[in-house]
């Protein structure tokens, strides 16, 4: 076999390989926009902001994130990353506000943070599946595939992800040795905590809260709690009009 | 006919030019290895204006690099022979321009080393992936087409006939180029400026405006520096074309205008306001949107009179006027305008840092050196040519 040969069949080999690993990719990659049956379990989070408010400028759920999370301290509003947050009224629900909305109300604040939507735009824009949803809803984050493109942050209308302007190593306060810490450049999120659910704990937000004002559990459970809170009181969406389904339900 | 090469080649006034791209280049080089080790905390981005001039650029250029099938399309499909000279000086233009968007691209990742993920993890629900796809096509499509073209007109024969289906086949593709990059913003559900369906079309005006009148300009300065004149017949279709592609984009626009104000649906709205009065005390953008609106006013006066157009010294200035208007419009209005107001109905001053601009016009020199060094082959090798065998 003369080089030139050998070099022709090595490079078709390697793209017939390259095509075989991608195509079932390719086939099953059509996931991103619809709603996945495969798991029976539907993480939610259900808020009650009347408890929240309870205790003016609380932030127990938001510390609980950060330091669980090793979320860097980036003071600049510009440049902040967080995966829970409080946002006054009017910008946490601004197509509700109206002129007779009390000025008071207007400026309390909401607990904010990724919906985890049935149907994610932020997983059908994403060019390298590096977010993408899990069987039982929750829409994850892989900070070792994501190329920094903030595609994701374009599509995300509910401002939830947060992109590392530079590097977050150096701005945590704490280092917690139990979870990765990120690099510059990437993309991340709020995850419901999917690495406590995994050991059956509840998300750390909600085990901070001292006023028990949220609650996370299965949606296709029946006698779960978040289903009973949403029988039992009227409860509201942010922008549900987009069709996104976000599973982050207030109570009013 | 004096020779090229005396006229360019070796001449003080080319490499004074080409070592004046070369500074720009390494100036915007120096920063982009900043950028790469601060991160892209050095731009004027944030996390709510979380794309700014790059992503801008990148689109402009889009455009331009589709509006080559302006030239390719009246000369391939129409036979229109006074395009035949410059029916090459598109195709370049075209692999410039769209070297230049990949280039605008790779500087916004924040993390280019893993850029070939999106090839690695092939993902077909993304609208970036089948913008990779559909840039590198035209890319590949109009190297292969100018190489073809040039090599055959180098040895004096007929091009082989494979070539045509080829350029045949880069019309639509051009379009399919702008039509995706539009994909890549009205698609998104919570950014209400960019959530229109007449986006695609109005991208496709814009760029049929501005790309031809660049190459007006390019056609007016090679015949100022070198042997070569497109002719004037060349020169007062493109006008004609780009005052057409300048009224549709105009009757476009205004069509975004009326819809949004009139049926008064406020985050519609929103934009708009912040653009051209201000949005939440913070105006940066208003002087540029308003120029951009008087230059667009200004060139359709001056496009539509046929005493004006004609003259070529009044041409040239509208050109100027119909690039930078545009250039306004879609390479920073529409994806600034695009963020703010934020979805939380927030209002984010976004302002490109030095380090910014400076990567900007590296790439923007690249272009230039491009379409410099491209022309210039292109050129010497038509000079060996008897000029009556170029005079169709």
Same mark, same amino acid.
């Given at each position: 076999?003369?080089?030139? $040969?050998?070099?022709?069949?090595?490079?078709?080999?390697?793209?017939?390989?390259?095509?075989?690993?991608?195509?079932?990719?390719?086939?099953?990659?059509?996931?991103?926009?619809?709603?996945?049956?495969?798991?029976?379990?539907?993480?939610?989070?259900?808020?009650?902001?009347?408890?929240?408010?309870?205790?003016?400028?609380?932030?127990?759920?938001?510390?609980?994130?950060?330091?669980?999370?090793?979320?860097? #301290?980036?003071?600049?509003?510009?440049?902040?990353?967080?995966?829970?947050?409080?946002?006054?009224?009017?910008?946490?629900?601004?197509?509700?506000?109206?002129?007779?909305?009390?000025?008071?109300?207007?400026?309390?604040?909401?607990?904010?943070?990724?919906?985890?939507?049935?149907?994610?735009?932020?997983?059908?824009?994403?060019?390298?599946?590096?977010?993408?949803?899990?069987?039982?809803?929750? !829409?994850?984050?892989?900070?070792?595939?994501?190329?920094?493109?903030?595609?994701?942050?374009?599509?995300?209308?509910? #401002?939830?992800?947060?992109?590392?302007?530079?590097?977050?190593?150096?701005?945590?306060?704490?280092?917690?040795?139990?979870?990765?810490?990120?690099? $510059?450049?990437?993309?991340?999120?709020?995850?419901?905590?999917?690495?406590?659910?995994?050991?059956?704990? $509840?998300?750390?937000?909600?085990?901070?809260?001292?006023?028990?004002?949220?609650?996370? #559990?299965?949606?296709?459970?029946? $006698?779960?709690? !978040?289903?009973?809170?949403?029988?039992?009181?009227?409860?509201?969406?942010?922008?549900?009009?987009?069709?996104?389904?976000?599973?982050?339900?207030?109570?009013? | 006919?004096?020779?090229?090469?005396?006229?360019?080649?070796?001449?003080?006034?080319?490499?004074?030019?080409?070592?004046?791209?070369?500074?720009?280049?390494?100036?915007?080089?120096?920063?982009?290895?900043?950028?790469?080790?601060?991160?892209?905390?050095?731009?004027?981005?944030?996390?709510?204006?979380?794309?700014?001039?790059?992503?801008?650029?990148?689109?402009?250029?889009?455009?331009?690099?589709?509006?080559?099938?302006?030239?390719?399309?009246?000369?391939?499909?129409?036979?229109?022979?006074?395009?035949?000279?410059?029916?090459?000086?598109?195709?370049?233009?075209?692999?410039?321009?769209?070297?230049?968007?990949?280039?605008?691209?790779?500087?916004?990742?924040?993390?280019?080393?893993?850029?070939?993920?999106?090839?690695? /993890?092939?993902?077909? /629900?993304?609208?970036?992936?089948?913008?990779?796809?559909?840039?590198?096509?035209?890319?590949?499509?109009?190297?292969?087409?100018?190489?073809?073209?040039?090599?055959?007109?180098?040895?004096?024969?007929?091009?082989?006939?494979?070539?045509?289906?080829?350029?045949?086949?880069?019309?639509?593709?051009?379009?399919?180029? /702008?039509?995706?990059?539009?994909?890549?913003?009205?698609?998104?559900?919570?950014?209400?400026?960019?959530?229109?369906?007449?986006?695609?079309?109005?991208?496709?005006?814009?760029?049929?405006?501005?790309?031809?009148?660049?190459?007006?300009?390019?056609?007016?300065?090679?015949?100022?520096?070198?042997?070569?004149?497109?002719?004037?017949?060349?020169?007062?279709?493109?006008?004609?074309?780009?005052?057409?592609?300048?009224?549709?984009?105009?009757?476009?626009?205004?069509?975004?205008?009326?819809?949004?104000?009139?049926?008064?649906?406020?985050?519609?709205?929103?934009?708009?306001?912040?653009?051209?009065?201000?949005?939440?005390?913070?105006? &940066?953008?208003?002087?540029?949107?308003?120029?951009?609106?008087?230059?667009?006013?200004?060139?359709?006066?001056?496009?539509?009179?046929?005493?004006?157009?004609?003259?070529?010294?009044?041409?040239?200035?509208?050109?100027?006027?119909?690039?930078?208007?545009?250039?306004?419009?879609?390479?920073?209005?529409?994806?600034?305008?695009?963020?703010?107001?934020?979805?939380?109905?927030?209002?984010?001053?976004?302002?490109?840092?030095?380090?910014?601009?400076?990567?900007?016009?590296?790439?923007?020199?690249?272009?230039?050196?491009?379409?410099?060094?491209?022309?210039?082959?292109?050129?010497?090798?038509?000079?060996?040519? &008897?000029?009556?065998?170029?005079? /169709?």
């Amino acid at each position: 076999m003369d080089r030139r $040969k050998f070099i022709g069949i090595a490079a078709g080999a390697s793209a017939l390989a390259l095509a075989g690993s991608a195509l079932p990719k390719l086939i099953g990659g059509g996931s991103g926009g619809g709603t996945e049956e495969s798991s029976k379990t539907r993480w939610a989070m259900v808020i009650d902001p009347s408890k929240c408010l309870k205790r003016d400028g609380c932030t127990a759920c938001v510390a609980a994130c950060d330091k669980v999370h090793n979320i860097p #301290g980036f003071h600049d509003p510009k440049h902040e990353v967080k995966w829970i947050w409080k946002e006054p009224f009017e910008n946490a629900f601004p197509e509700q506000e109206n002129r007779f909305t009390a000025e008071q109300f207007k400026e309390k604040p909401f607990i904010l943070l990724c919906n985890h939507c049935d149907n994610p735009p932020c997983v059908r824009v994403c060019p390298t599946q590096a977010t993408w949803k899990r069987g039982d809803g929750i !829409v994850m984050m892989d900070w070792h595939r994501c190329i920094g493109c903030r595609y994701c942050m374009a599509a995300c209308p509910y #401002g939830s992800r947060s992109f590392n302007w530079s590097d977050p190593r150096t701005h945590i306060e704490r280092m917690d040795p139990g979870f990765p810490t990120r690099t $510059k450049g990437v993309v991340e999120k709020c995850t419901f905590c999917d690495e406590r659910i995994a050991r059956g704990e $509840k998300p750390a937000c909600v085990e901070a809260c001292p006023e028990k004002a949220m609650a996370f #559990g299965d949606l296709a459970d029946p $006698k779960s709690e !978040v289903r009973r809170l949403l029988e039992g009181r009227y409860s509201i969406r942010r922008k549900p009009e987009l069709g996104t389904q976000p599973e982050v339900f207030y109570l009013i | 006919m004096f020779m090229f090469e005396k006229a360019v080649v070796g001449s003080k006034k080319y490499w004074a030019w080409v070592g004046c791209l070369c500074a720009v280049i390494a100036m915007g080089f120096l920063c982009y290895v900043l950028q790469l080790r601060e991160g892209l905390g050095i731009t004027g981005m944030s996390r709510d204006v979380s794309w700014g001039l790059y992503i801008a650029q990148f689109t402009f250029f889009v455009g331009v690099a589709a509006s080559a099938v302006m030239v390719v399309l009246p000369y391939y499909l129409h036979d229109y022979k006074a395009f035949g000279k410059i029916t090459i000086l598109g195709e370049f233009l075209a692999v410039s321009a769209v070297t230049m968007c990949m280039l605008f691209i790779f500087v916004d990742m924040g993390q280019p080393m893993r850029v070939m993920n999106v090839m690695l /993890h092939p993902t077909l /629900h993304s609208m970036m992936f089948w913008d990779m796809v559909s840039l590198s096509g035209y890319l590949g499509l109009n190297a292969l087409i100018s190489l073809i073209m040039l090599s055959a007109e180098r040895k004096g024969v007929a091009p082989p006939a494979w070539i045509r289906p080829v350029i045949i086949l880069s019309i639509p593709w051009a379009v399919s180029i /702008h039509t995706v990059t539009a994909f890549l913003y009205n698609g998104l559900p919570g950014r209400a400026f960019w959530l229109t369906a007449i986006l695609a079309p109005r991208f496709l005006a814009s760029a049929f405006a501005a790309g031809p009148a660049l190459l007006i300009l390019l056609a007016m300065v090679i015949r100022k520096v070198t042997w070569f004149n497109a002719g004037k017949e060349a020169i007062q279709k493109l006008a004609l074309i780009v005052t057409y592609a300048m009224i549709i984009n105009v009757f476009f626009i205004l069509m975004e205008v009326f819809t949004a104000l009139y049926s008064g649906i406020p985050e519609d709205a929103a934009h708009l306001r912040f653009l051209y009065t201000g949005l939440g005390g913070q105006s &940066p953008l208003v002087p540029w949107m308003w120029t951009s609106s008087a230059l667009a006013a200004v060139s359709l006066v001056l496009l539509i009179v046929p005493r004006y157009r004609h003259n070529e010294k009044i041409l040239a200035v509208t050109c100027v006027a119909v690039f930078l208007s545009l250039w306004i419009d879609k390479g920073i209005g529409l994806i600034i305008g695009g963020f703010v107001p934020s979805p939380l109905a927030k209002v984010t001053s976004y302002v490109p840092t030095l380090p910014e601009i400076t990567i900007i016009a590296a790439i923007w020199a690249l272009g230039a050196l491009m379409i410099t060094v491209f022309y210039k082959i292109a050129l010497s090798v038509r000079e060996r040519l &008897p000029e009556k065998a170029m005079a /169709h």
